[in-house]
């Protein structure tokens, strides 16, 4: 059977540590950091720092976007700048506990999208709750709750740490914190996404279809006829019900996706949140914000899961059509196999007696001599490619057997070189360890690895490098193929079919494949698979 080696914890430290090229983003971070917390201060009050609290959403979309491995980084930035702000003070007696409660909420959100990312990547194919932009729309509802959750305990043991008395402010306290929190996260981090991939033009996830005009004014008319219904009931006294807005949202988002939901959610927040912000009396303004926080965050779920449904989808269906395809190719494989039995005979032959006949010519003619040896030549090379022919298509191909990885890399560079030579980008092939053996399929890997770079060769269109990388680490062989577009070539997103392929052949070598897009815009798509040594 084969198995991964999980990391050592010296390589995990290793990955907490900021790279010279996240530097910039955790300036930008910072920055962003100070801001977002003097605009926060119009909606503070007693017992909790802001019912809408835009730096949640600055944190989520930093740690989603670059990891969660800066974690760390963030919560030391957070601190840095409580400490020179005035906002955490180390001279007091509960230093411990004012450094804890700058820090834990940055660690809740980093476990959350590390939570988030797995179980997405571990989700059955196919699924809407593991499809993009589902696993986002869940961390920005789930990472508020788990860092008022995580603040539960101090609150109610150290009490007075937040000007609460008892256990009714404390709770008060507890549901202001999520609340904010999870006000800042969604009216802030999908849009600060949206922007960033736009300004650089790389898209994380195809567009889904535009909705038909039809579809546009029914979801807007629900939409309008829900806030006429809230604002009524408003106007003769009941305050914010958010029920008959959720609702319409709701509706608006199933029927027009996220981007929909999520302009319909930005409208209701520039309206209601100024009504909000300066002073107002803690329950109105606590409950006022829990009406919000409900409207936005099933409107924003319910378009989430509509664009997830419909990728998942697409993707089902582009299985189907693999599926299909793979059907064709059986068949193709037995023709094939057929063919190359009845002609690998007679070629072998032929072969055999055209070195003999170079042999007998050899001090004849230099023509007749010349004529041979180029018929030699040919000869051998048709019956060498039978021969690998045979290899490929016999049932051997099959079953999995020691594959050094120079073996493998040379099939691929040969496989792929056509391709990016036609394509006009250069590909670029690291030394490759020498000892270095896995336990797998050939073909299958080839494919998997042929598919990855061919993706970087059509993200890149014309122009760019595309380079092969090989190490050995933590008992794992990694293959990583990085995708270096021309500095005025706009990577082009593909479909994933090839990545879909390529993660199912991997993973069923007891392997991963990560994608991973620096701020540069360089991707490297890296394939882990386990090496002989490792496997039980």
């Known amino acids: 059977m084969l198995s991964t080696l999980p990391a050592s914890p010296a390589l995990s430290l290793r990955r907490l540590v900021p790279r010279p090229d996240d530097l910039p983003v955790l300036a930008l971070y910072a920055f962003g950091f100070v801001l977002a917390h003097q605009l926060a201060f119009a909606w503070g009050g007693s017992g909790y720092y802001s019912l809408w609290f835009p730096v ?17 980084a963030v919560a030391l930035i957070e601190l840095g700048i409580d400490l020179v702000t005035g906002a955490a003070v180390l001279t007091s007696e509960s230093w411990g506990h004012a ?21 997405s990547r571990d989700a059955q194919p196919g699924s809407a709750l593991a499809t993009a932009p589902m696993p986002f729309a869940l961390a920005s ?8 959750l995580a603040a539960g305990p101090q609150a109610f ?21 999520a609340v904010g929190d999870l006000l800042g996260v969604v009216l802030v981090a999908p849009p600060l996404l949206w922007a960033v991939d736009r300004l650089r033009g790389h898209p994380t996830a195809a567009p889904a279809p535009a909705p038909p005009l039809a579809t546009i004014v029914e979801a807007s008319l629900v939409f309008a006829t829900g806030a006429g219904v809230s604002g009524a009931l408003a106007w003769v006294g009941l305050g914010l019900q958010p029920a008959p807005i959720a609702v319409a ?7 027009l996706g996220q981007s929909g939901a999520l302009a319909a959610v930005l409208l209701v927040a520039a309206v209601l949140l100024p009504l909000t912000a300066g002073a107002m009396p803690t329950p109105e303004r606590l409950q006022f914000h829990l009406g919000l926080a409900t409207i936005v965050a099933v409107g924003y779920l319910a378009g989430s899961f509509a664009d997830a449904a419909v990728r998942a989808r697409a993707d089902l269906s582009r299985r189907d059509r693999l599926l299909f395809q793979a059907d064709r190719l059986k068949t193709l494989r037995a023709m094939s196999v057929a063919v190359i039995h009845e002609i690998s005979q007679p070629l072998s032959t032929l072969a055999i007696e055209a070195r003999h006949l170079r042999t007998l010519t050899a001090g004849t003619d230099d023509d007749i001599a010349e004529t041979v040896a180029l018929i030699d030549r ?12 045979r290899r490929y298509g016999g049932r051997a191909v099959d079953e999995p057997t020691p594959l050094p990885l120079s073996a493998l890399i040379d099939t691929v560079t040969a496989l792929a070189r056509p391709e990016t030579v036609a394509a006009g980008v250069t590909l670029r092939v690291d030394p490759v360890p020498a000892d ?15 598919n990855l770079v061919r993706n970087a060769v059509q993200a890149c269109a014309r122009g760019g490098d595309v380079m092969l990388e090989s190490r050995c680490d933590a008992g794992a062989a990694m293959l990583v193929v990085v995708n270096r577009c ?41 394939i882990t698979l386990p090496l002989m040594e490792e496997i039980a």
């Open 56 to 72: 949640a959403g600055l944190r989520l979309a930093l740690l989603w976007r670059m990891g969660a491995r800066l974690t760390l």
């Open 99 to 119: 450094i804890t409660g700058v820090v834990r909420p940055v660690i809740a959100y980093g476990v959350v999208v590390a939570l988030v990312r797995r179980l």
């Open 141 to 148: 509802v789930l990472a508020p709750l788990a860092a008022a």
């Open 157 to 177: 043991w150290r009490p007075e740490l937040t000007g609460v008395a008892d256990a009714r402010e404390i709770i008060l306290s507890l549901s202001a914190f």
């Open 249 to 255: 949202i709701a509706w608006l988002g199933l029927r």
């Open 378 to 389: 040919k000869a051998g090379h048709l019956s060498t490619l039978v021969r690998r022919l």
């Open 436 to 450: 270095a053996v896995v336990l797998g399929q050939e073909v299958e890997l080839a494919q998997a690895v042929v």
């Open 486 to 526: 021309a500095p005025d070539v706009a990577p082009q997103p593909g479909m994933g079919v090839g990545t879909l392929v390529a993660r199912a052949i991997v993973e069923a070598h007891g392997g991963t494949l990560a994608r991973h897009v620096d701020t540069s815009g360089v991707v490297r798509a890296e």
